[in-house]
């Protein structure tokens, strides 16, 4: 009887305890919410390397509150880490002999030194310690030698270093990207715009290479300056490179001989292809796929035939490797050919490892960044595609994140997301701001408005000398598409966005504040006069404004919130990082209005991260999250919240 009753009360505990998390959950409408903790223990993984002998992957994450270098088998295992140092990780690249991993190491202030780990994580040698900013690190095949970019003072080159003596030598006055060392070693193949500093539409650059022992650079893509020739990727034999260009109206894939100048397109589609890579065998070129905010990995025939889909997951697979572009990730042939190893994120999982076999196309995951408790992928939202016609007629498309359980009767609270780069787009990819939110009761809506990528050149195009205004009257008449469904509640709307999505969300606030009760900015800019005159932005500044503020100074009033804080009613809250000099000098001449003028907002410089909040320690994202979510809970759904980043009030 004893025995019975001890069963009976287990078995009542049991039962009251499964009501009680149904309750919780039923409370969300069929899941827990989920917290900021929890969502900045997701940090990704967008950057790799696979070692030459095809055994190890080495890759950078933030997993251990720094961003370091990990190395991991390439079939999967324990992961382990080579570097313990405070500076953000970049680019790396392993050596053709297996003995270095080189990678860029962003100094306080956001300038590049290129550095070199062992590959058993013993030896660390800093190759450069100047005050430019070095990046894009390229072995030459003997291992000896590494070119990188420098850019300082406002002169840019190429340079090249020897391993053994440490020298560094100038190889060409020119600023160029993505280099890529040839299989020979004989030249150096980069991207360049010829038409720098005018090319203020952003939508020219070329191939080039030069001689790897010193020469004057060579023009592979003449008779092309209205289009991008980008990303270029030689064949094992030196003698051809594959590219992406978008001189069809979309980014298609090119293969271009070097020595007498022909190219010919690889299947051009009306769909942007991007991101080449050649097979180590010669006979096939990899290339991603970016149609209906997803990315897919293919394979192709060099002789021509049928492409082969080799990533098997929806989402994004690989990504943009460029600052300039979200969403991030990147892929990697094995040294043997066999094999491919990408970057897969999709709004369930943050960005991990998969391999993918190409002669079975099965993928495996190589890393799991995601802590134990949230690998149930139904406890994520995947987001509905819609598409609407903006004021003019253009076609936008979206993705609208909805909250689980039944729609309130005046509409969900609702939050506007701008993309992160000035190109890129909202994708199907991992983003832990949007989840938190969407579990936490919101509707996110992230539209993708002209200038997107994705959709043609033309679309990225139309925002020229428009952006603060074309683009975000995109994203008001879309959430007046949401209203006008019953999806909103327009008493209730938040705005926020990061880098160039900053700069949308506070342009958002200048044309129609009345729309939002809160707003965000992550490392944005307030004031488009005076970006203008800072460098790293003038190009910028041309393309989404157009000319001068001499010239053109209504345009950059007019998207310019420092000029409108007098009217500011919405409270709003700024986060930077430590390279971000610029915006916050902004910020302190908008500090001084609004205190002035008793208008409500916060900020927090986060002094050890850089720009792409995908690259934050834990901690700081965590701080943000927490403080964005107790921003909208306050004002939009009336919750009282403390808000204390760090102003002393």
């Not at 009976?8 to 989920?34: D, E, H, K, W, Y």
């Not at 205190?595 to 700081?620: A, C, I, L, M, T």
Request: charged share 20%; aromatic share 10%.
């Amino acid at each position: 009887m004893r025995a019975y009753l001890s069963r009976l009360l287990v078995v009542a505990a049991v039962f009251i305890l499964s009501i009680g998390v149904g309750l919780l959950v039923t409370q969300q409408g069929g899941r827990l919410p989920l917290l900021p903790d929890q969502m900045a223990s997701t940090g990704g993984i967008y950057e790799f390397t696979w070692s030459p002998d095809g055994k190890s992957i080495a890759y950078v994450s933030s997993q251990s509150g720094n961003s370091e270098l990990w190395v991991v088998p390439s079939s999967g295992g324990s992961s382990e880490r080579i570097t313990s140092t405070t500076a953000t990780k970049k680019q790396p690249r392993w050596s053709n002999d297996g003995e270095w991993i080189a990678y860029v190491a962003l100094q306080p202030g956001g300038s590049g030194d290129i550095q070199m780990v062992s590959a058993d994580g013993q030896t660390r040698i800093n190759l450069t310690e100047t005050i430019g900013d070095d990046r894009d690190p390229s072995w030459s095949p003997d291992s000896r030698q590494l070119a990188f970019t420098e850019r300082t003072a406002g002169r840019a080159r190429i340079m090249v270093a020897d391993i053994e003596s440490r020298e560094v030598r100038p190889l060409a006055e020119i600023a160029g990207s993505s280099l890529q060392w040839s299989p020979d070693g004989k030249s150096i193949a980069f991207v360049s715009d010829p038409l720098l500093p005018n090319d203020d539409r952003r939508d020219n650059e070329d191939i080039f290479i030069v001689p790897a022992g010193g020469g004057a650079p060579r023009l592979l893509t003449p008779g092309t300056p209205r289009f991008r020739e980008v990303t270029p990727s030689w064949s094992p034999d030196s003698r051809q490179i594959a590219f992406a260009s978008d001189s069809s109206g979309y980014s298609n894939i090119y293969v271009l001989d070097t020595q007498t100048g022909a190219n010919r397109s690889l299947a051009p589609e009306p769909v942007d292809e991007f991101a080449p890579k050649w097979s180590p065998d010669g006979n096939s070129i990899a290339f991603i796929r970016n149609e209906d905010s997803q990315f897919t990995l293919w394979v192709t025939p060099v002789q021509g035939g049928r492409a082969l889909r080799i990533s098997d997951r929806d989402g994004v697979n690989g990504g943009f490797e460029t600052d300039d572009a979200t969403p991030h990730g990147t892929y990697q042939w094995s040294p043997d050919g066999k094999k491919i190893a990408f970057t897969h994120s999709d709004p369930g999982r943050t960005s991990d490892l998969w391999v993918a076999s190409i002669d079975t196309t099965r993928t495996t995951q190589t890393t799991n960044s995601m802590p134990n408790e949230l690998r149930r992928e139904a406890r994520f939202v995947w987001p509905d595609t819609i598409a609407y016609r903006s004021f003019d007629g253009t076609e936008v498309q979206a993705l609208v994140y909805k909250p689980r359980g039944g729609k309130p009767k005046p509409g969900h609270p609702a939050l506007l997301l701008f993309r992160d780069t000035v190109d890129g787009q909202n994708a199907k990819a991992w983003d832990p701001f949007i989840q938190l939110f969407v579990s936490n009761g919101y509707l996110v809506f992230a539209p993708n408005v002209r200038g997107s990528s994705g959709r043609g050149k033309d679309y990225r195009q139309l925002v020229f000398e428009h952006g603060g205004d074309h683009d975000v009257r995109d994203a008001f008449i879309g959430l007046d598409n949401l209203s006008s469904q019953g999806l909103i509640d327009t008493q209730r709307v938040g705005v926020f966005g990061a880098g160039t999505g900053g700069f949308l969300a506070t342009a958002a606030l200048v044309k129609d504040e009345a729309r939002f009760k809160a707003a965000v900015c992550l490392y944005g800019i307030v004031d488009a006069a005076t970006a203008a005159s800072y460098p790293e932005m003038a190009l910028w500044s041309r393309y989404l404004i157009g000319s001068t503020p001499m010239a053109n100074p209504l345009a950059y009033y007019q998207r310019s919130l420092v000029n409108f804080v007098d009217k500011l009613r919405t409270p709003i809250i700024f986060f930077f990082s430590g390279d971000n000099v610029g915006p916050f000098l902004q910020l302190q001449e908008f500090a001084v209005q609004a205190e002035v003028k008793g208008k409500w907002f916060d900020y927090r410089v986060f002094e050890n991260e850089s720009k792409g909040w995908q690259y934050w320690r834990p901690n700081n994202l965590r701080q943000s999250l927490e403080a964005m979510g107790a921003l909208f809970e306050k004002h939009l759904l009336g919750r009282e919240r403390e808000i204390r980043l760090s102003r002393s009030r």
